[in-house]
């Protein structure tokens, strides 16, 4: 059966690809909030020299879908710079139904989505998307609503329907694994002639050095955070706090709120802190690699945390500075003068704890494999590493992390692997992820088949001449 065939057995390709990338950057899927069957919207909707009334068009359970959604759901695909020139409206109905019967099961399965969490996420993108166009009034303008407060209620349900989506749909795959004998006969399915092709990747290491922050510079952060601590003692709000003075961008725009458990992958120093509170105490100033942390823990669900923190960072000296690039530029020379190896110099000499053991091997995150695809590699990596010949060291680079801490670092490519077609023995981690997909697809498309037989649905006039994907008519 040819590779296409294998990934398309319950979705459309082309849409599921687009709505997965959309889910992942963060950005916004157009839902619709639930209403009744009877309901007609009055709005017109112009579709080039023609002008209909908007209505209901199908019905899955509870939850409506109107013309306008495809509408809406077209120009969200666009704004994201994706194309949709090759996308039908009935295939955007059949994702916009597929969404919705998701979201459906979720609520009869008592799948949990808590409004707290979707205002985490809400307050997050919010921020993200006054960045992009300057205001909220231009947000507001964007998604034409007519004020401020009609929006956040609008986009609160489309976040919520969004993320019981998502959790209906990870619940579905979450159990799907595969094994080497499955990926082996996956593998050899495949025609020769249609066997996927991977791009050119490389394999990359660095070592980084860390500029030494003086005790002085350590006590006014610990001081900043026990005023912090004692303002909100006396009445001051932790969020607000957060909000204005945390150096943690994964958190700030929601007022320093996460949630977590013992599996959650935070630093162990923090989860050790987290868990040793009592529900409303706040702690004392403490440690981790990013810098200096206190914690307020609002609410203890059974095994799960609802807390709110702080992050600053301490501030480095020039004279740190010049001490860490000296060291860095040291390094460099005994590799290049054949002193020590790369990848003994990473284990002796970086800071780096995740990359120290192996030598300074970078994993690339997305796959955890240690290879990058450079067509998906991270800009700012790509162009340290893009003009290195092998073995060739980079000069020292200035680096700043995503917590705002500055750092030397030199790297290197290590290994190149040029555009070639797939080599079981040289490709089995991407191998395995098709063949799991293919594996989830069909978990899927078994899942599709029964809940269509025993949910109510309805698609009405024109759209039942569609040709879905999925049985949506019952024929």
């Known amino acids: 059966m040819p590779l296409k065939s294998l990934r398309m057995k319950s979705v459309n390709i082309k ?11 963060n950005t916004v899927v157009v839902a619709q909030e639930i209403i009744k069957d009877s309901v007609v919207a009055e709005k017109k909707v112009t579709t080039g020299q023609r002008q209909k009334i908007d209505g209901v068009i199908a019905n899955v359970g509870d939850y409506i879908i109107l013309d306008s959604d495809i509408d809406k759901a077209f120009l969200e695909i666009s704004s994201q710079g994706g194309s949709v020139k090759d996308i039908t409206r009935c295939q955007m109905l059949g994702k916009l139904l597929e969404d919705k019967l998701y979201a459906h099961q979720a609520i009869q399965d008592s799948v949990k989505v808590t409004d707290t969490e979707v205002k985490s996420m809400m307050d997050e993108r919010l921020s993200y998307m006054v960045q992009q166009l300057g205001s909220m009034e231009k947000v507001v303008k964007y998604y034409k609503k007519d004020t401020e407060e009609e929006f956040r209620s609008y986009f609160f349900d489309i976040l919520k329907e969004n993320k019981l989506t998502a959790a209906m749909r990870d619940k579905i795959v979450d159990g799907v694994e595969i ?25 990359v290491s660095q070592i980084i050095v860390e500029p030494k922050i003086t005790q002085v510079e350590k ?15 006396e009445g001051s709000s932790f969020a607000t706090k957060a909000v204005l003075y945390s150096q943690d961008p994964g958190s700030r725009s929601s007022g320093g709120f996460y949630k977590m458990t013992r599996k959650t992958p935070f630093v162990k120093e923090f989860k050790d802190v987290a868990f040793s509170l009592e529900e409303g105490e706040i702690s004392a100033p403490f440690e981790t690699e990013y810098g200096f942390h206190i914690i307020y823990l609002e609410k203890i669900k059974g095994q799960e945390l609802e807390l709110r923190h702080i992050l600053l960072t301490p501030t480095v000296s020039k004279e740190a500075l ?66 290195l010949k092998d073995s060739e060291i980079s000069l020292p680079v200035l680096d700043e992390t995503k917590s705002g801490k500055k750092q030397y670092k030199i790297v290197t490519v290590t290994n190149r ?11 089995y981690v991407k191998i395995k992820d098709l063949a799991l997909k293919e594996k989830q697809i069909k978990a899927i498309g078994k899942w599709f088949d029964e809940k269509i037989k025993e949910t109510y649905i309805k698609i009405i006039g024109e759209y039942r001449d569609c040709s879905f994907t999925n049985n949506w008519l019952k024929k």
């Open 219 to 233: 006590q006014k952060v610990i001081d900043r955070l026990n005023g912090f601590k004692k303002d909100i003692q």
């Open 322 to 387: 010049d001490e860490a690039k000296e060291k860095i530029n040291l390094i460099r020379k005994r590799i290049v003068d054949k002193e020590i190896s790369f990848a003994d110099a990473a284990r002796t000499m970086s800071d780096q704890k995740e990359t120290r053991a192996n030598g300074g091997v970078l994993i690339n995150p997305n796959t955890q494999d240690t290879r990058f695809e450079l067509t998906k590699m991270d800009p700012e990596l790509y162009s340290q590493v893009s003009n």
């Open 417 to 427: 692997i040029n555009e070639h077609t797939a080599d079981y023995a040289q490709d």
């Open 15 to 25: 849409i599921a690809l687009l709505f997965f990338a959309l889910f992942s950057l």
């Open 179 to 203: 094994t080497p004998e499955e990926v082996r006969n996956f593998f050899k399915k495949l025609p020769k002639d249609e066997l996927p092709v991977f791009g050119a990747e490389m394999e």
